[in-house]
Nanobody, 125 residues
Framework: QVHLVDSGGGLVQAGGSLRLSCTAS????????MGWFRRAPGQEREFVAA????????YYANSVKGRFTISRDNAKETLYLQMNNLKPDDTAVYYC??????????????????WGQGTQVTVSS
């Protein structure tokens, strides 16, 4: 059974930075793409960023491009999301996710089989 644990969220002022982490267990981490999604209050969960298993390719939502960086350490089986220049609109619960073997789409939540429990990020103005 795959298990993902998100951490690193918190309260930060606009313009500040946070780094989220996601530790994985249960299958060979480097074989699967990973993604970050977020759900703001009253809204649906949306794609933030994704990274291939090797880490050679990354993908970002337009709203975070240039401010967020997704990375992974396959030896540590850990996924990261470095978030800089945070804005109040970035306030959400952030979830990491592990690629599905049944559906291939990095930007669609259907492309992921397993999810972390979520970590709250709150950006004050």
């Amino acid at each position: 059974q795959v298990h993902l644990v998100d951490s690193g969220g918190g309260l930060v002022q606009a313009g500040g930075s946070l780094r989220l982490s996601c530790t994985a267990s249960g299958r060979t981490f480097s074989n699967y793409a990973m993604g970050w999604f977020r759900r703001a209050p009253g809204q649906e969960r949306e794609f933030v960023a994704a990274i291939t298993g090797s880490g050679s390719e990354t993908y970002y939502a337009n709203s975070v491009k240039g401010r967020f960086t997704i990375s992974r350490d396959n030896a540590k089986e850990t996924l990261y999301l470095q978030m800089n220049n945070l804005k109040p609109d970035d306030t959400a619960v952030y979830y990491c996710a592990s690629e599905s073997i049944y559906y291939s789409d990095y930007v669609d939540e259907k492309g992921y089989d397993y999810w972390g429990q979520g970590t709250q990020v709150t950006v004050s103005s």
